[in-house]
């Protein structure tokens, strides 16, 4: 029987793996990040805040001159980090790339009373992509409406999207349950008290509705709301595995303060050995064929203890 989580009695999480994993992602230095590249997983490191940023906002530039009227493309962006949003809309107007056969998706949003948030919702994830990127590119430019894909309670358009439209790039960051959207772990419960559930099964899940991990709730508190935990939404609507799967490319992107220095490493590790474990919903990526980790150099850290 697997330990019982420290932080969120009756969850999976990353704290009922086994000791020994956990002890040898707290070793790994920055070289050791670096070195963990495999075919198939590329870890990548990034010297400036700047440099950083404009490799993310040029993945969407990236996606975006691949689309045609025959073979529309698109890329699938995060909130968190946001700092490549206005990057991408600047660089969209600069080069005047006309966006009317790409293609967006939004990872994730909110739901409040089983419905998700509308765009006056203060946290809301698609208010925030509409406000920093999208709203600011030359109207002539502007992909139609239509091409904008946001997850909604009814997932039908949303998932019917995934099937008509290629996803060049999912673009993301990862949360301190090191989840991508809000793919959390799940809860200890039903079948899988014992273990969480295989991989194989988490893999399957589509856009749906989740209950989200109390890590997760304290951690958007923290970067998006001053601390104000009672105004998070206790549940979200996230794409699934099973849409993550049909993108080429799964990306994500570790500025440090998102998660902290061990996370980033306990995922970076899991991924490169191969040890897909629902607790730690990100390892699931060590199944995907082309996974990249980006790093700020800056933001890696270190795992020493350090009192303050």
């Not at 909604?152 to 439209?165: G, H, I, L, R």
């Not at 220095?261 to 970076?268: D, H, I, Q, V, Y």
Request: glycine letters at 8%.
């Amino acid at each position: 029987m697997r330990n019982e989580s420290q932080v969120a009695p009756g969850w999976w999480d990353y704290t009922t793996l086994d000791r020994e994993i956990l002890d040898d992602a707290a070793r790994l230095t920055a070289d050791d990040l670096l070195a963990l590249s495999r075919p198939g997983f590329t870890v990548t490191f990034y010297d400036t805040v700047q440099e950083f940023y404009l490799a993310e906002a040029l993945e969407y530039i990236e996606a975006w001159r691949q689309a045609t009227d025959d073979a529309p493309c698109g890329i699938c962006g995060p909130i968190g980090p946001t700092e490549q949003l206005p990057l991408v809309a600047r660089i969209v107007n600069a080069i005047g790339l006309n966006l009317k056969n790409a293609h967006f998706w939004g990872m994730d949003e909110w739901v409040v009373d089983g419905k998700t948030v509308g765009p006056d919702f203060p946290l809301g994830f698609q208010r925030a992509d509409r406000e920093l990127c999208f709203n600011r590119i030359r109207p002539e430019l502007r992909m139609p409406e239509s091409n904008l894909h946001f997850p909604e309670t009814d997932t039908t358009a949303y998932c019917a999207s995934w099937e008509k439209v290629r996803c060049v790039i999912m673009q993301g960051g990862q949360g301190e349950t090191k989840h991508w959207a809000f793919n959390d772990p799940p809860k200890r419960e039903g079948a899988y008290v014992d273990a969480p559930p295989p991989p194989a099964v988490q893999r399957q899940l589509r856009t749906r509705c989740v209950n989200l991990h109390p890590m997760t709730l304290i951690q958007n508190a923290r970067t998006s709301g001053g601390g104000v935990v009672q105004s998070v939404p206790s549940q979200a609507m996230t794409v699934g595995p099973y849409e993550t799967w049909k993108a080429e490319t799964v990306s994500i992107w570790h500025p440090g303060h998102h998660d902290n220095p061990f996370g980033m490493r306990l995922s970076t590790l899991m991924i490169a050995k191969k040890i897909p474990d629902a607790s730690v919903p990100m390892s699931l990526l060590a199944d995907h064929p082309n996974v990249r980790f980006n790093f700020l150099r800056s933001g890696i850290g270190s795992c020493e203890v350090e009192m303050h």
